[in-house]
């Protein structure tokens, strides 16, 4: 306990208290609250007793009507939560528009009660929207196809709980026995599996631009198709997202590792099946890793005598780990694993440092922490960085749209030495594309792109540059290789 001589009170501008702000998006999540300004609608960014501030374009001028008193209302939906007056105190920059501040000047906001009413508001929209049945726009020939699902895991699910009813727990033989019975199981049922998927895909792709017909199909997949397949890690963890995102860096283990995760012998089943359907990460991660052995070794070829290497978005970086488990490299080699989550990147740390350990100096490994925010922003986040030999980022534009994913391969593109050269990964569109499988059932949005569209993305490299494209081996994913004249 601290005494009260102990207690500083403020510093600097601080010893002027200003009422606590919340940011209204973590306070109201399921309903996102709007401010009316002069009849101008703007997303609330933060909430006091006394004041708010909401994000404006930047098209949008206010120094005019700084410090002038100004109506202003507060709504969540169509309910109207607040009517006062206030003057605008502040404009500040905010990610390529303005963040505005307002200090009432009539009335006050009573935090407690706004958020009782956002949450009996967002309860009678979950009710509402919860029993409403749009299951009419679903197509009969899907909800057939996730009938045929159901009934194969529900069939598995009978026979593996079977399996594991008769056997002797005395059976010395008796783990060895029920993993030999569910591969067996998964063999017969990645056929299948595969059939429907593909089928699934057709019919959803045939949905085109209708958006209550596709929400309809999407809530009827992850309410009738879905929770038979969340006894398995790799579903589980994907449709749950304990880390915020669906891809994150424990979900590619899952996919590298390939062990029979699980309580029971159907937990273990739809694990396996998760990460026979994910077979594209693992190739994806083997590609990677054969890329900078033969990048490497050219390199060392023609004399360079360092080769520096740069990935973005790494995740766990198994490639570089099995990378430099090689008994020799064939020059010194510095890598730079850029992540948003510090986990990954203490994963990777983790398992690439013995191997820098044994390699006494040959080469290095350095960790950087950046948002998805710098991750678009790649020029600036590479200034502090050297002209790399090699920049790989696999799994990132399947995030992107055209534009954001174009200047992302640009700003890399300029970070190479020359001779270097950038590799792109994405998600590949065909009939047998994974992408139901990933939207639909796990709710992982990812953009699938062909291979006219991987070579759009470097539309504005210059001519110059060697352009590739190549598919893995599971036809899943392709690898937009550039090379850059030396």
């Known amino acids: 306990m601290k005494h009260y001589e102990e207690l500083t009170g403020g510093e600097g501008r601080r010893v002027f208290y200003r009422a606590e702000r919340f940011n209204a998006k973590t306070l109201m999540s399921s309903i996102a609250p709007i401010v009316k300004v002069d009849?101008?609608?703007?997303?609330?960014?933060?909430?006091?007793?006394?004041?708010?501030?909401?994000?404006?374009?930047?098209?949008?001028?206010?120094?005019?009507?700084?410090?002038?008193?100004?109506?202003?209302?507060?709504?969540?939906?169509?309910?109207?939560i607040f009517a006062g007056n206030g003057k605008i105190r502040r404009i500040e920059p905010h990610e390529n528009q303005h963040k505005v501040a307002i200090e009432l000047t009539k009335g006050f906001l009573d935090i407690k009660k706004i958020l009782d009413q956002h949450d009996d508001l967002a309860l009678q929209q979950a009710v509402t929207g919860g029993l409403a049945d749009q299951s009419h726009l679903v197509p009969a020939e899907y909800k057939e196809a996730i009938g045929d699902a159901v009934y194969m895991l529900r069939s598995i699910h009978k026979v593996l709980d079977k399996v594991e009813k008769d056997l002797n727990r005395d059976d010395s033989r008796r783990e060895e026995r029920i993993k030999d019975i569910i591969l067996a199981c998964e063999t017969k049922a990645l056929a299948r599996w595969r059939e429907i998927s593909?089928?699934?895909?057709?019919?959803?792709?045939?949905?085109?631009?209708?958006?209550?017909?596709?929400?309809?199909?999407?809530?009827?997949?992850?309410?009738?198709?879905?929770?038979?397949?969340?006894?398995?890690?790799?579903?589980?963890?994907?449709?749950?997202?304990?880390?915020?995102?669906?891809?994150?860096?424990?979900?590619?283990?899952?996919?590298?590792?390939?062990?029979?995760?699980?309580?029971?012998?159907?937990?273990?089943?739809?694990?396996?099946?998760?990460?026979?359907?994910?077979?594209?990460?693992?190739?994806?991660?083997?590609?990677?890793?054969?890329?900078?052995?033969?990048?490497?070794?050219?390199?060392?070829?023609?004399?360079?005598?360092?080769?520096?290497?740069?990935?973005?978005?790494?995740?766990?970086?198994?490639?570089?780990?099995?990378?430099?488990?090689?008994?020799?490299?064939?020059?010194?080699?510095?890598?730079?694993?850029?992540?948003?989550?510090?986990?990954?990147?203490?994963?990777?740390?983790?398992?690439?440092?013995?191997?820098?350990?044994?390699?006494?100096?040959?080469?290095?490994?350095?960790?950087?922490?950046?948002?998805?925010?710098?991750?678009?922003?790649?020029?600036?986040?590479?200034?502090?960085?050297?002209k790399q030999d090699l920049i790989y980022a696999v799994g990132l534009a399947d995030y992107l749209g055209t534009k954001r994913a174009t200047k992302m391969v640009n700003d890399l593109y300029s970070n190479l030495a020359p001779g270097g050269t950038l590799i792109i990964g994405c998600m590949r569109t065909s009939e047998t594309s994974l992408e139901w499988q990933v939207e639909y059932v796990v709710d992982w949005t990812l953009v699938h792109r062909d291979e006219k569209e991987m070579f759009e993305l470097a539309r504005d490299i210059e001519p110059e540059a060697k352009r590739d494209v190549t598919v893995d081996s599971t036809g899943h994913c392709h690898l937009l290789t550039l090379t850059k004249p030396e």
């Open 198 to 386: 593909k089928k699934c895909h057709k019919i959803t792709q045939a949905l085109g631009d209708d958006e209550d017909a596709i929400a309809a199909t999407k809530r009827y997949t992850e309410l009738v198709l879905t929770p038979e397949l969340l006894e398995g890690a790799s579903w589980h963890r994907a449709y749950m997202k304990p880390l915020g995102y669906p891809g994150d860096y424990q979900v590619m283990n899952y996919a590298y590792n390939l062990t029979l995760e699980g309580d029971t012998a159907y937990a273990k089943f739809c694990h396996r099946l998760g990460t026979s359907t994910g077979e594209f990460i693992a190739t994806r991660m083997t590609m990677t890793k054969q890329a900078i052995a033969n990048l490497s070794a050219k390199a060392a070829r023609k004399g360079q005598t360092r080769f520096k290497v740069a990935s973005l978005g790494c995740g766990p970086a198994q490639e570089v780990a099995n990378f430099l488990k090689s008994t020799t490299l064939p020059l010194a080699m510095e890598f730079t694993l850029i992540d948003q989550d510090h986990d990954a990147l203490s994963y990777a740390y983790n398992s690439t440092y013995p191997q820098v350990a044994r390699l006494d100096g040959i080469a290095s490994v350095k960790c950087l922490h950046a948002t998805f925010l710098e991750f678009l922003a790649t020029g600036k986040l590479f200034r502090k960085l050297e």
């Open 39 to 80: 009849d101008k609608s703007f997303d609330l960014f933060d909430i006091s007793m006394s004041g708010i501030s909401f994000v404006s374009p930047q098209n949008f001028s206010w120094l005019e009507e700084m410090n002038k008193d100004v109506p202003l209302k507060l709504s969540l939906g169509a309910t109207e």
